[in-house]
């Protein structure tokens, strides 16, 4: 079973926009929740992560807003740039474990 | 610093057939785990090591077996090898306290497996 659902699949954008993408957990122990940039034919590469006793957390053009009552976050990218064009995961663990959950991904293209 | 390290980096095999995927930590982390991705989904947990120990696995079936050697390296082994197997197999690794300390996992690029 996914322990968390991720939304949408894919998005477009044009250069300058915002994109949002938006995640959903279950598991109430999970505690530590990065989010995952993935470019064609290259691993995963940490993008930003938050621990839930903060409600925002803002690197540079990304910002996740995590709201512990829903179970949901979300990543936010600013002043969207053609070379965000990637697959972008959410996922979800307890700062104990070394297991992380991944969504199902969500594909962003930035538009010239 | 070299990151990561996975060899080979693609791979074909048949159905029946078995395969040994290895790793190689970023110098001074001592935890290895694995992931295997298939085409348009996200990565899903497999195995984890510490100091090699196993840590933690993951909803896979016996046919997937894992070590950890002595230099913090590490292989990934599946047998009996099935169509559903295809995917890319990603290594992680990280340094000691894992994330309750900062320490997140840093993934190499991974072997696609590709099952004929």
């Known amino acids: 079973q996914q322990q968390v659902k991720q939304s949408p699949q894919s998005l477009i954008v044009q250069k300058g926009g915002i994109s949002i993408i938006n995640c959903a957990y279950e598991?109430?122990?999970?505690?530590?929740f990065p989010w995952y940039q993935q470019f064609p034919g290259k691993g995963p590469a940490l993008l930003i992560a938050?621990?839930?006793?903060?409600s925002e957390k803002k690197e540079g053009r990304f910002t996740i807003s995590f709201n512990k009552s829903a179970k949901q976050f979300s990543l936010h990218i600013m002043d969207s740039q053609p070379g965000d064009s990637a697959t972008y995961f959410c996922a979800a663990s307890r700062v104990s474990d070394y297991k992380l959950s991944f969504g199902a991904g969500t594909t962003v293209t930035v538009r010239a | 610093d070299a990151g990561v390290t996975q060899s080979p980096t693609h791979l074909i095999k048949t159905r029946g057939q078995h395969v040994t995927l290895r790793c190689s930590p970023i110098s001074g982390h001592k935890s290895v785990s694995w992931y295997q991705q298939v085409l348009g989904q996200g990565p899903q947990f497999i195995f984890q090591y510490y100091e090699k120990e196993e840590r933690g696995r993951g909803n896979f079936p016996d046919r997937f077996s894992a070590r950890q050697f002595p230099n913090y390296s590490s292989e990934l082994n599946v047998n009996a090898l099935l169509l559903g197997d295809s995917a890319l197999y990603l290594c992680a690794s990280s340094g000691t306290g894992g994330f309750s300390r900062g320490q997140p996992q840093h993934f190499g690029d991974g072997t696609r497996l590709s099952i004929l």
């Open positions: 598991n109430t122990a999970f505690d530590y």
């Open positions: 938050i621990r839930p006793d903060v």
